[in-house]
């Protein structure tokens, strides 16, 4: 069997979700790592985002596979989830928590869509939206002294903290890596990275919004 082939069946796509949730994973940390230079100042962030546009090439490259994981991770997810819902067109008449299912497990398509949707505008409102050199910080500052956007921007966190929290250790049970053993592990890693994300990101607009800085 071709690698398509492979990748076409059920195994093969929920490993492809396996893969491709962890890189996002990792982008998210690096992510938030860039995004910590705020706490520094105007000048410090503009020197983060200078090295990142330094890169040239890298960069776009960089920015063409997360834009390839992120489409493949979208579709993969809809697939499965359509074919999980033709393999069983009857619900079932015992709550979602039955069989070890979580609220986080039983709502990831929702989380999967509203953290699309979110990544979609804050695409917009930060990084096509200001005109090319001009600093992010002044954007950023005006941005999170709206309390709408504010809402909407925790919002949109909140989903992606809850989606990793069971994404993160559902890719390495899609990769195989599971076992009695390293689940609870796998399980509280998950748990750990969630809030590091959720806390993490949330906590920059909410001390805009406050005090004007980070």
Known sequence: MDLIGRIATPVGKKMLMGITGLGFCGFLVVHLAGNFTLFKGAEAFAGYTEKLHSLGPMLK????????MAVLHVLTGVVLALENRAAR????????????????????????LLTLVFITLHLIGFKFSPPSGVSRYPVVVETFSRLNYVGAYLLGIGAIAFHVSHG?????????????????????????LALVVGVGFAVIPVMFFLTGTP
Not at 61 to 68: D, P, Q, R, T, V
Request: proline share 4%; net charge positive; aromatic share 16%.
């Open 61 to 68: 490259f960089a920015e063409f596979i997360l834009l390839l």
């Open 89 to 112: 067109p009857e619900k079932y008449q015992v709550t979602a928590r039955h069989g070890g299912r979580t609220f986080a497990s039983s709502t990831m398509i929702y989380t999967g």
């Open 168 to 192: 993160f250790w559902s890719a390495f049970q899609s990769l195989g890596a599971n076992g009695e053993g390293s689940t609870p592990f796998l399980r509280k890693c998950a748990t750990a």
